[in-house]
Nanobody
Framework: QVQLVESGGGLVQPGGSLRLSCAAS????????MGWYRQAPGKQRELVAA???????NYADSVKGRFTISRDNAKNTVYLQMSSLKPEDTAVYYC????????????????WGQGTLVTVSS
């Protein structure tokens, strides 16, 4: 079984910064992609940023130049450095791990974290 544990959310003023972390644990053999999604009240969940095991990244247009995703493959951990935060960045941020393979299994898993709230407000 694989679990994702997120940390780093909270309240920040507009223009401020926050760093989210997400650590995967379990009998993990490999994780192809890790990423962050967010869901604001009354809106659909959307991709914020993703990174593959070889370092390729993808960002939503709304966060390009402000957010940076990074990954420590040895620790199965992904980070999201958020800067120049805006009130519209307020949402629950969810960590996602895609194409996860576990030791002894030939199938792929997709795993979600429980979410961490980011509130941008003065």
């Amino acid at each position: 079984q694989v679990q994702l544990v997120e940390s780093g959310g909270g309240l920040v003023q507009p223009g401020g910064s926050l760093r989210l972390s997400c650590a995967a644990s379990g009998t993990i053999f490999s994780i192809h992609a890790m990423g962050w999604y967010r869901q604001a009240p009354g809106k659909q969940r959307e991709l914020v940023a993703a990174i593959t095991s070889d370092g390729s990244t993808n960002y939503a247009d709304s966060v390009k130049g402000r957010f940076t995703i990074s990954r420590d493959n040895a620790k199965n951990t992904v980070y999201l450095q958020m800067s120049s935060l805006k009130p519209e960045d307020t949402a629950v941020y969810y960590c996602n791990a895609g194409r996860v393979t576990t030791i002894g299994s030939g199938s792929y898993l997709e795993v979600w974290g429980q979410g961490t709230l980011v509130t941008v407000s003065s």
